[in-house]
């Protein structure tokens, strides 16, 4: 007879896919806060260039 890992397949192949679509989400939500940041930064270095 043969064992049936069918809810140990789910269970670890869902932690795989949540580990999976987590490390994307934060990859691009770091490149977009990057982004952000050096939109500011270029804006408030405009505007200070214009106060002078």
Do not use: H, K, P, Q
């Not at 490390?23 to 405009?46: F, N, S, V, Y």
Request: proline content about 0%.
């Amino acid at each position: 007879m043969v064992e049936d890992y069918t809810n140990a397949f789910l269970v670890s192949a869902f932690v795989l896919v949540f580990m999976a679509l987590f490390a994307i989400w934060a990859a691009w939500g770091l490149l977009a806060a990057g982004g952000a940041g050096w939109c500011a930064d270029r804006l408030l270095r405009l505007g200070a260039a214009r106060a002078r």
